[in-house]
């Protein structure tokens, strides 16, 4: 394995949680809000079961939860696999693109910005990372992927809607990658666990490109679609010819998922009505209005988030670095991720969860911050 | 990946599955008994918790969990890892050995009969597996492991209590092993998940081994000692210079274990008294007797346990194959798992789970089935 730094959102959180004052805190991407109520009834219910009920389950994920992502996806269930949340899901992936090519280099090309996990899964395969700066607006720049596209990529990884930019890519530019992706014998990797968190209306998941099925493996989560990032519930689809070396990869890693976690989010994918998942978003859609109104009050560049839960803005005269965020914290009381966390092509943006209900205290603050700089 | 083949016993419970009679299943290690009260009530506790329960715990595991670990196994709680159970636990413990070695062919030294997980994680990490015979007894043959070792053995894989052959290694037994490793610059990496499952009173944690704490992983989980098979909540104590390359590819697989099972252990942990662990122990016990004494009016050669919650046995004229094993199941309606399942040591043996509370059915079931044969 290469070199991989902790991510720095963890010393930005340490910093946050040291500081003298009281810090709104826009870093992690933790869902502040409640969890559906069957979850919690589900995992009631769970802890009453049978003792046989705590014992392994299916290695692939219990029956019950595959079909009613299967039910939901329009997919064979036979295809999907229940990870230990998105990261084992993603994890699966990438090792399953580098297993499967006779690339002696493995290379994945990935968006600048970037979701950090990603270039961190890839150093731990051994496996090289190319970044592909995104357009001015967080969409994909088609040209620059083909340019960069070359023998030894073994995979596309994509995020959308998009950490940390927001974007939703559209069903044409998903095609061109994948077109692109098979020009060189490569996979296309989607992570969709934003999917609940669409504002155009138009997201369409990888999953229906019913072109590249044997190219495409789409990874998710119920971690911010349930407020459960702690109980690690994920999936991923694999085409056909992949599914069963996934499977045995996730066998000798973690076995199966953790059950009473998966019991749970069955019971709540079951009994959830779509007013939970509409609700969530509307909060989502006014906590983005509050926070971009004081962005543009003060006069700074920002994202109007298609998707996700995440705004990036850029203020003159200070830069996303790790020390002008630290700065932030100490003298708005206002903490943010570095831009720099994400690659170079937002190195001087700074990103803000909205995963707080203090947005507009944040941007009283921010307000407050600029006018006397 | 080399090839992995599906482990047999999941081909022999579907057969025993599909059979037209009532069979009875002493093939897995799944516990057929309750778990700790106190985790059911820790399960109900953690559902009306807060949402921000429910989010992300420290990658490295629940604080409280690892210090509860840390003050029962009398050591500094920064070594321990949470993982998504003793399959990530080895899983971690193995990728590490190939990881800190600068080894072209690195090679894992296991024993015959093996646990059929490890070579399968040795050949997932494109490591070699070199099985060593164990004595009849079942103990380690110290002078067979110093033979095998050599300059590409990169750790030294234990399991004691020992699934499949009952035997527990005295602490004389691990010194040697240690000793070997340190002799070869490798580490030493003991299993230990069955610990509480130790009918001689003799068992000492590897970890105990204070010359040696520099090359000695210790892993273990829950799932036997809680009968929580299904939960994945185990850890792993790794020297104090792999800690943080481990917590970096725990962080970067799973990102961290699941929370509601994390925090119901943690809870059994604290409330859960030693008559819990000694009753499961006294149950085991009486299996062990009631299905040795049918195995000795049959006149099979049989192992007795010193630990774990296994019994080998070999029939005359039935040697321990899948296709006797099939037999068995038809013909006399007991179903064990096939002895070349964990290498060729013990590969005309038939390892009998004693997961069930129809011991004496299977014993009475076997004795007619081998006196009428």
Not at 79 to 94: F, R, S
Not at 106 to 115: C, K, M, R, S
Request: net charge negative.
């Amino acid at each position: 394995m290469n070199e991989y730094d902790e991510p720095l959102f963890f010393q930005v959180m340490q910093y946050a949680s040291n500081a003298d004052r009281d810090i709104v805190d826009m870093v992690s991407g933790n869902p502040d809000w409640e969890p559906p109520d069957a979850l919690r009834d589900g995992l009631h219910e769970y802890a009453d079961a049978d003792a046989a009920d705590f014992q392994y389950g299916p290695s692939e994920g219990l029956t019950d939860l595959r079909e009613q992502i299967g039910a939901r996806r329009n997919i064979d269930s036979d295809n999907i696999i229940i990870t230990h949340g998105a990261g084992e899901a993603n994890y699966l992936a990438m090792a399953q693109a580098v297993e499967c090519s006779d690339v002696n280099t493995p290379e994945f090309l990935l968006t600048d910005p970037v979701y950090p996990y990603y270039p961190g899964k890839a150093s731990l395969l051994d496996a090289t990372a190319t970044h592909v700066p995104v357009h001015d607006d967080g969409h994909l720049n088609i040209d620059a992927i083909q340019d960069a596209a070359s023998t030894d990529t073994v995979a596309i990884v994509l995020n959308t809607p998009n950490n940390p930019t927001g974007a939703v890519y559209n069903r044409a530019a998903l095609n061109d990658v994948a077109a692109i992706a098979a020009d060189i014998d490569a996979l296309v990797i989607v992570d969709e666990v934003y999917d609940h968190f669409d504002f155009t209306g138009d997201f369409e998941s990888a999953l229906t490109l019913s072109s590249y099925t044997d190219r495409i493996i789409v990874t998710s989560a119920f971690s911010k679609s349930m407020a459960i990032t702690g109980f690690r519930v994920g999936y991923a689809v694999f085409p056909p010819a992949l599914v069963d070396a996934a499977q045995t990869r996730h066998m000798l890693v973690t076995v199966s998922g953790s059950r009473p976690a998966q019991r749970a989010v069955s019971d709540a994918l079951e009994k959830t009505p779509p007013s939970y998942y509409a609700s969530v978003r509307n909060t989502i859609r006014e906590r983005i209005d509050t926070f971009t109104n004081a962005l543009e009050t003060i006069g700074a560049a920002y994202t109007e988030p298609e998707g996700a839960f995440y705004v990036m803005a850029r203020f003159d005269d200070l830069p996303g670095t790790l020390e002008n965020v630290e700065y932030l914290i100490d003298e708005a009381g206002v903490a943010g991720m570095p831009g720099e966390a994400f690659g170079n092509a937002y190195d001087d943006w700074i990103r803000f969860s909205l995963c707080t209900d203090r947005i507009s205290i944040a941007g009283d603050r921010l307000m407050t911050f600029f006018q006397n700089s």
